[in-house]
């Protein structure tokens, strides 16, 4: 899927870039491309949906997103698809997946709920459930950071 | 820390549309009516305060041949720090935190094969001696919000 050269120019552009007049430049030499052509390449890898996006990632809880939480969900099976859907459609809702269960781990829908505060986050998960139908749910609420990281691909 | 209101319209602008010509600190000054040299150093302060964690391409791992999962592990209280620092050390592992459950510390990670995912939890449960790790890897995705940097 990609070529080694590809891998490489992805290893250069999440180094971050440089604070310089012409930051492309720099990272074209460094490749042995033209800036023209590293821009072109940054352009294709966003159209092919390699890269999400070129650009800042911040901090959000830093930005006053302080609040958010793990909504889990206990699902029946048959009606995952139209509940996991309608969920999504939340403007709340980050992010939305439907993981296995466990014996001692019964909840099979996974949102991330963001808010100012927690209890923004506990009104959009009773939304949540109350357009559903659906009752047995936990937030989770996190109370430690212990790592949160760029990955480094291809290293 | 302090934010003034043209660093929050910088910010709002280089998340979703850093500009990709030859000089784009020079665009976005022009965009905010100041200087490319004040760009640059607001880019760099903001950098040093933390609140911008990379200027680079955000990519997206499935595209690139990776694969992800979500695991959660039962941490008694007083071995936190040791477990973590193990876990945190695999340079797959990209979030990791302590919720309010039993299952108390949750990580992803992300590895080029299921294989290397597998290998890698097998390691962490033999170098903590804990058992108890469940891996929920995604069956179906309905939402990744894709301009909401959370890379899980």
Redesign the interface.
């Known amino acids: 899927m990609l070529t080694e050269f590809e891998k490489q120019i992805v290893r250069e552009l999440q180094n971050g870039l440089p604070l310089v007049s012409r930051p492309y430049q720099v990272i074209a030499e460094r490749l042995g491309l033209s800036e023209e052509e590293l821009m072109n390449k940054i352009k294709e890898f966003l159209d092919r949906g390699l890269m999400r996006r070129f650009g800042a990632a911040v901090r959000h809880q830093d930005l006053g997103y302080v609040a958010n939480a793990m909504v889990v969900w206990e699902i029946p099976e048959d009606q995952i698809l139209i509940v996991g859907q309608k969920m999504a459609s939340f403007t709340e809702v980050s992010h939305c997946y439907q993981r296995p269960t466990y014996p001692d781990w019964p909840y099979n829908l996974f949102t991330m709920v963001h808010g100012q505060t927690k209890e923004e986050c506990l009104a959009a998960a009773k939304r949540l459930s109350e357009a559903t139908g659906m009752k047995k749910y936990k937030l989770m609420f996190s109370t430690a950071e212990l790592k949160k990281s760029s990955m480094k691909y291809f290293v | 820390?302090l934010l003034d209101q043209l660093d929050k319209k910088l910010?709002n602008l280089?998340?979703?549309?850093?500009p990709?010509?030859?000089?784009?600190?020079?665009e976005l000054a022009e965009k905010l009516a100041t200087t490319?040299e004040d760009i640059?150093n607001r880019?760099?302060r903001l950098q040093e305060q933390?609140?911008?964690?990379?200027?680079?391409?955000?990519?997206?791992?499935r595209?690139?041949?990776?694969t992800g999962t979500?695991c959660?592990m039962k941490v008694p209280p007083e071995r936190i720090s040791e477990v973590?620092a193990v876990?945190?050390k695999y340079?797959?592992?990209?979030?990791?935190?302590?919720?309010?459950?039993n299952?108390n510390?949750?990580?992803t990670l992300?590895a080029d094969s299921e294989e290397n995912i597998s290998d890698i939890l097998n390691e962490i449960k033999t170098k903590t001696g804990i058992r108890q790790l469940?891996?929920?890897?995604?069956?179906?995705?309905?939402?990744?919000?894709?301009?909401?940097?959370?890379?899980?």
């Open positions: 820390m910010l280089i998340q979703s549309d850093f990709i010509t030859a000089k784009p600190y020079q490319e640059i880019i760099g933390g609140v911008i964690r990379r200027l680079g391409g955000i990519f997206d791992s595209s690139l041949g990776y979500l959660a973590a876990i945190n340079p797959g592992i990209t979030h990791n935190y302590l919720r309010e459950h299952y510390m949750w990580f992300l469940i891996n929920l890897p995604a069956q179906n995705i309905f939402k990744i919000k894709v301009n909401f940097d959370t890379e899980v």
